[in-house]
């Protein structure tokens, strides 16, 4: 079976610019978490989706969005990109409140 | 709030030998779950093993074992016959049993194996 992807595996963006990143999960799996991982950090919670309604949503501003998709894929939408905004981007699928979420390669976004 | 305190930022250990990472954590919950991930270079985010809280029973996975004590908030990973293909960034991760899914991650630690 596929793992979770994620899409695109890397971007440049400019300041102020609008960016969306894709996750499709592991089949069958219904809920999917989206975290930003600052280099040399260990990954920040964002946001936690499951049947298309927001479960958890971490201590980011509100130019972070996401939203889920009938067939459980999953779009992070970051407008008015900030230098600060570069990091690994890691999406994770699991079943609904199972204990293990199972991670993407990452979106790697660096904001110049 | 729930943290998750990883003192070691790196270390390392002979080929063969055995390491143990330490992760120590804090949270008022007596419900949770525990998690080792390992983040080779590929940065790929891959789990080498969970522990629940309500098991007193230490979690093993092959050469990876843990040394969980509830009462000290510790969870420390031992790998044992360490292979040069275990050398990455290790997490130490948390979460709590029922509400949503956030893991809360420690700073890491950079394990480097020495041929």
């Known amino acids: 079976d596929a793992g979770v992807t994620q899409s695109p595996t890397h971007l440049i963006k400019t300041r102020g610019q609008h960016v969306t990143l894709r996750c499709s999960p592991i089949s069958g799996h219904k809920s999917v978490s989206w975290y930003q991982q600052v280099l040399g950090q260990g990954p920040q919670f964002i946001f936690q989706y499951y049947e298309k309604e927001e479960r958890g949503r971490g201590n980011f501003p509100d130019r972070f969005s996401a939203r889920q998709f009938p067939n459980y894929s999953s779009e992070l939408n970051v407008n008015a990109l900030l230098l600060g905004d570069s990091a690994l981007y890691l999406c994770a699928s699991s079943w609904y409140n199972q204990e293990t979420q199972y991670f993407g390669p990452g979106t790697r976004l660096l904001v110049l | 709030a729930q943290t998750v305190t990883q003192s070691q930022p790196e270390m390392s250990v002979q080929e063969a030998e055995t390491v143990t990472l330490s992760c120590t954590y804090d949270?008022?919950?007596?419900?949770?779950?525990l998690f080792w991930y390992k983040q080779p270079p590929s940065r790929q985010m891959i789990l080498v093993i969970r522990?629940?809280?309500?098991?007193?029973q230490n979690a093993t996975e092959n050469r990876f074992s843990v040394n969980f004590q509830k009462a000290a908030k510790s969870f420390s990973l031992k790998i044992s016959d360490s292979q040069l293909g275990d050398a990455a960034m290790y997490f130490c991760?948390?979460?709590?049993?029922?509400?949503?899914?956030?893991?809360?991650f420690g700073t890491g630690t950079r394990l480097t194996i020495i041929p």
């Open positions: 522990q629940e809280a309500y098991k007193q």
């Open positions: 949270t008022s919950e007596s419900d949770y779950y």
């Open positions: 991760a948390y979460r709590i049993v029922f509400g949503n899914e956030k893991l809360t």
